[in-house]
Nanobody
Framework: QVQLVESGGGLAQAGGSLTLSCAAS????????MGWFRQAPGKEREFVAA????????SYSDAVKGRFTILRANAKNTVYLQMNSLKPEDTAVYYC??????????????WGQGTQVTVSS
């Protein structure tokens, strides 16, 4: 079992940057593929980015491709989401998840509690 805790959210201006972190408990972190999802008020949870257990494969939604980067440090049991060129439409609660590599929320078994990101124009 894996427990996930996100941090790094907050308020940013449009065009600015934030880096989210997701710390995982347990010794099996390196065996899980990881993903980031987000949910804006009144909208469904949507895929943002995914990274394979080794870090060798990544995937991004079209909305964030070229602006966001997903990274992982297995020695630190941590996955990161570097967010650059932020836009007001990036405002959402961001969740990290552990499970199988994919773009669907159903591929992931474990979820963090979420961290709020607010981008002002």
């Amino acid at each position: 079992q894996v427990q996930l805790v996100e941090s790094g959210g907050g308020l940013a201006q449009a065009g600015g940057s934030l880096t989210l972190s997701c710390a995982a408990s347990g010794r099996t972190f390196s065996t899980y593929d990881m993903g980031w999802f987000r949910q804006a008020p009144g909208k469904e949870r949507e895929f943002v980015a995914a990274i394979s257990w080794s870090g060798g494969t990544t995937s991004y939604s079209d909305a964030v491709k070229g602006r966001f980067t997903i990274l992982r440090a297995n020695a630190k049991n941590t996955v990161y989401l570097q967010m650059n060129s932020l836009k007001p439409e990036d405002t959402a609660v961001y969740y990290c998840a552990a499970g199988s590599y994919g773009r669907s929320w159903s591929a992931y078994n474990y979820w963090g509690q979420g961290t709020q990101v607010t981008v002002s124009s």
